[in-house]
C-alpha cells in the first residue's frame, strides 16, 4: 500500500533531503530505520530541502507491505529507528498513484530571525540581525509575488532549465521576538528562497533599496548573489 508520511527534521546535522553516497542525507536515515523494520522501499520526497535546512512538514511517501496497517504502531516503531533529529508527525494512506513531490499543489517556506543575540542553545535555529525595520521588510517583500523569471535567484549551477517561478503570497511579521519571513509558491529553486532573505535583509540594512530589487526581478541587473545562512530556514507545509 502507498502512504503517505508527515515529519520534521533538524537539518543542522545533515547533508541536505536527499539521499547521497555519503549516507548522512535525511532521506539515507529514513530508508536505514525502514530496513531496521524489514520494510524495502523507495522513498519519494515531496522536495529537497539543501544542507542545514530545517523542516517542520515535510513529506514522503512510499510503499509499505499492507500487514503494517497499525499507522500509530507503525509510527511509533519508526520513531524508534530514528535519530532524535527526525521525527514522523503522521501517516496515511494514500492512492496508488499518489506522487509526494508532482500532486504538490503549494510550498510553505519560512526564514525565521530575531534581533536578540543567539544563544549555543538556538543558533542553529533561527539567525540574528541586529536592527530590523518591520515596515520596510513588509513593503518590499510584496515585490516577490506573481510569476518571475528567478533566473538571478538561483544558485549557479543548479540543473534547472526552467527558472520561471509562481509565487502565491509572502508576509513578514513579528510573532513574540521571532520575525519571520512567509513564501507560498508551486515550488522554488534551489537556495531561492534563502537569496530572495539575503536581498530582503541587504534592503532592511539599506545596502540595497526595492527599485534595486523590482531591477534583478525584470532581469535587467544582477545585483544581489549572496544567499543568506541556512539556519533559519524551515520547509513547513506541503499542500495538495
Same mark, same amino acid.
Not at 500487514?67 to 516503531?77: A, R
Not at 539575503?198 to 532581469?219: H, P, V, Y
Given at each position: 500500500?502507498?502512504?503517505?508520511?508527515?515529519?520534521?527534521?533538524?537539518? #543542522?546535522?545533515? +547533508?541536505?533531503? +536527499?539521499?547521497?553516497?555519503? !549516507?548522512?542525507?535525511?532521506?539515507?536515515?529514513?530508508?536505514?530505520?525502514?530496513?531496521? %523494520?524489514?520494510?524495502?522501499?523507495?522513498?519519494?520526497?515531496?522536495?529537497?530541502?539543501?544542507?542545514?535546512?530545517?523542516?517542520?512538514? +515535510?513529506?514522503?511517501?512510499?510503499?509499505?507491505?499492507?500487514?503494517?496497517?497499525?499507522? #500509530?504502531?507503525?509510527?511509533? =516503531?519508526?520513531?524508534?529507528?530514528?535519530?532524535?533529529?527526525? @521525527?514522523?508527525?503522521?501517516?496515511?494512506? =494514500?492512492?496508488?498513484?499518489?506522487? #509526494?513531490?508532482?500532486?504538490?499543489?503549494?510550498?510553505?517556506?519560512?526564514?525565521?530571525?530575531?534581533?536578540?543575540? *543567539?544563544?549555543?542553545?538556538?543558533?542553529?535555529?533561527? *539567525?540574528?540581525?541586529?536592527?530590523?525595520?518591520?515596515?520596510?521588510?513588509?513593503? /518590499?517583500?510584496?515585490?516577490?509575488?506573481?510569476?518571475?523569471?528567478?533566473?538571478?535567484?538561483?544558485?549557479?549551477? #543548479?540543473?534547472?532549465?526552467?527558472?520561471?517561478? $509562481?509565487?502565491?503570497?509572502?508576509?513578514?511579521?513579528?510573532?513574540?521576538?521571532?520575525?519571520?519571513?512567509?513564501? *507560498?509558491?508551486?515550488?522554488?529553486?534551489?537556495?531561492?528562497?534563502?537569496?530572495?532573505? !539575503?536581498?530582503?535583509?541587504?534592503?532592511?540594512?539599506? @545596502?540595497?533599496?526595492?527599485?534595486?530589487?523590482?531591477? +534583478?526581478?525584470?532581469? $535587467?541587473?544582477? %545585483?544581489?548573489?549572496?544567499?543568506?545562512? /541556512?539556519? !533559519?530556514?524551515?520547509? *513547513?507545509?506541503?499542500?495538495?
Amino acid at each position: 500500500m502507498n502512504l503517505k508520511f508527515t515529519l520534521a527534521y533538524d537539518g #543542522s546535522l545533515y +547533508q541536505g533531503s +536527499q539521499k547521497q553516497p555519503n !549516507g548522512k542525507t535525511i532521506e539515507d536515515k529514513l530508508l536505514f530505520a525502514f530496513k531496521k %523494520i524489514n520494510i524495502e522501499t523507495n522513498i519519494v520526497l515531496s522536495g529537497r530541502t539543501d544542507k542545514e535546512v530545517h523542516a517542520t512538514g +515535510q513529506v514522503f511517501n512510499c510503499l509499505v507491505p499492507d500487514f503494517w496497517n497499525d499507522f #500509530s504502531k507503525l509510527k511509533e =516503531v519508526l520513531n524508534r529507528n530514528l535519530p532524535s533529529s527526525i @521525527k514522523i508527525l503522521k501517516i496515511s494512506k =494514500v492512492k496508488d498513484d499518489f506522487h #509526494s513531490r508532482f500532486h504538490a499543489k503549494k510550498r510553505d517556506y519560512r526564514y525565521i530571525i530575531t534581533s536578540k543575540p *543567539t544563544t549555543p542553545f538556538n543558533d542553529k535555529f533561527i *539567525t540574528y540581525v541586529e536592527n530590523v525595520d518591520e515596515e520596510l521588510i513588509k513593503k /518590499a517583500i510584496k515585490e516577490f509575488i506573481g510569476v518571475y523569471d528567478f533566473k538571478y535567484f538561483h544558485k549557479t549551477g #543548479s540543473d534547472k532549465d526552467i527558472t520561471t517561478r $509562481e509565487i502565491y503570497n509572502t508576509v513578514f511579521y513579528k510573532y513574540k521576538d521571532i520575525f519571520v519571513f512567509k513564501f *507560498t509558491a508551486n515550488s522554488y529553486l534551489r537556495s531561492q528562497i534563502r537569496l530572495m532573505v !539575503g536581498f530582503l535583509l541587504a534592503i532592511n540594512d539599506k @545596502k540595497l533599496t526595492i527599485e534595486d530589487l523590482k531591477k +534583478q526581478l525584470r532581469l $535587467e541587473k544582477k %545585483i544581489f548573489k549572496m544567499p543568506v545562512i /541556512a539556519n !533559519g530556514l524551515y520547509l *513547513t507545509k506541503i499542500k495538495y
